[in-house]
Each structure stands twice: as C-alpha cells, then as structure tokens.
T-cell receptor, first 113, second 111 residues
C-alpha cells in the first residue's frame, strides 16, 4: 500500500494563478483532510471530508476549494493564489472510528511569488 | 478557543539523559491528546495517545487536567529519537480527525 500520496511535492506559483494539489489514499478510509503548515507554526485544518460527496470547512478555508467525488481522492484547489498561501500542505486520512490517528502524505511545498 | 502550546521550539539533550517535551492546552471540554512525530525524511505519524496510556519507543505522556498539560517523557534518550514532535488535541469522543496542533519541538539527541 502506498498510503496517502500527494502531488506535486513542490510548486512555485505567481500571484493570481490557480492550481490543484492532488491527494489519493489506498486504505479505504472514509475521512480525509487538508492541513497547512506555515513556518514555525502548527498544522491548521483547511477542509475535511467524511465520505464521497461530503466536505466541510476547517479552521482556515478561505481561498481554497475541495471536492470528494470518490473515496480515494481529495483534491485541494487554489483559485487565485496569494502570497499568504505560501505554505506546506499536508493531506491526511483516517479510518472512521479511529480516534485521532491520521495517516499523512509527504507534504506539498507551495510558494506564491 | 482550543489551543495547544509547545513552549520549546528546540530541545537538545545528550544520549542517555532524560527528556521532557512540554505541551499545554486550553480547551473547555474534555480533550483527547496526542503526540505526533516526524523523523527526518519521513512522514508525520502518530506516536501515542493519552487514552491508550501506553509506552511507545520508551516514551510516555500523562494527561494532567489540573495543569492542562500533556508532557512527553523518556527516561533515557537515544540518538534515533531526534525528530520533530507535535502535540495535538481533539474533542473527546470524536472519531473525526479535526486536530489542533502545537507548533512543534525539534528534539536533537547528541551522542
């Protein structure tokens, strides 16, 4: 099993550009999450999903969109990139019923110039 | 508001010395606390959770509700313990992973 796979690992965007961070998991987990981590800070939840077709906002959802058309995939969309979105993005998944045990991807480092 | 504070950004100890990574939280309800670890070039992974009351890789952590703390301890640090450690909080009883993370403590264990 690959676990949680994120692409790309690195990306540089110009202000106003759009992009999608891809996330896929092969563990048949119902729950999936997107976190961001700014330098020197803890991870903050952007969006999460409890199953295909169901998504909800986390702590810092502004400037992002998500969709969950399948159990496996949970892409994160940035529509109009801003310098404040420069961060490391982590996708994670968890099994329904597992309290707090998240399985993380390797992270995607995004720089907006 | 929920908050997790890890006061030490960096912590260095020598091999064989005791180590304690501090974590304090603020939450009005009943929390569930976790420690996550990220070794060099590896993914963030769960180390232990307070409800399990277990020892993992020699580490233990006790939830102290009076002091609102969940410090991570190990009596004899090893070089392979060098990593980034994150304390995280969840709502008690929630199976959803909406975790609140501290900023992390980088532990270095010198030989």
């Amino acid at each position: 099993n690959a676990g949680v796979t994120q692409t790309p690992k690195f990306r540089i965007l110009k202000i106003g550009q759009s992009m999608t961070l891809q996330c896929a998991q092969d563990m048949n987990h119902n729950y999936m999450y997107w976190y961001r981590q700014d330098p020197g800070m803890g991870l903050k939840l952007i969006y999460y999903s409890v199953g295909a077709g169901i998504t909800d906002k986390g702590e810092v959802p502004n400037g992002y969109n998500v969709s969950r058309s399948t159990t496996e995939d949970f892409p994160l969309r940035l529509e109009l990139a801003a310098p404040s979105q420069t961060s490391v993005y982590f996708c994670a998944s968890s099994h329904q019923g597992s309290t707090g045990e998240l399985f993380f991807g390797e992270g995607s480092r995004l720089t907006v110039l | 508001a929920q908050r997790v504070t890890q006061p030490e950004k960096l912590l260095s100890v020598f091999k064989g010395a005791p180590v304690e990574l501090k974590c304090n939280y603020s939450y009005s309800g009943s929390p569930e606390l976790f420690w996550y670890v990220q070794y060099s070039r590896q993914r963030l992974q769960l180390l232990l959770r307070h409800i399990s009351r277990e020892s993992i890789k020699g580490f233990t952590a006790d939830l102290n509700k009076g002091e609102t703390s969940f410090h991570l301890k190990k009596p004899f640090a090893q070089e392979e313990d060098s990593a980034m450690y994150y304390c995280a909080l969840n709502y008690r009883g929630s199976t959803l992973g909406r975790l609140y993370f501290g900023r992390g403590t980088q532990l270095t264990v010198w030989p």
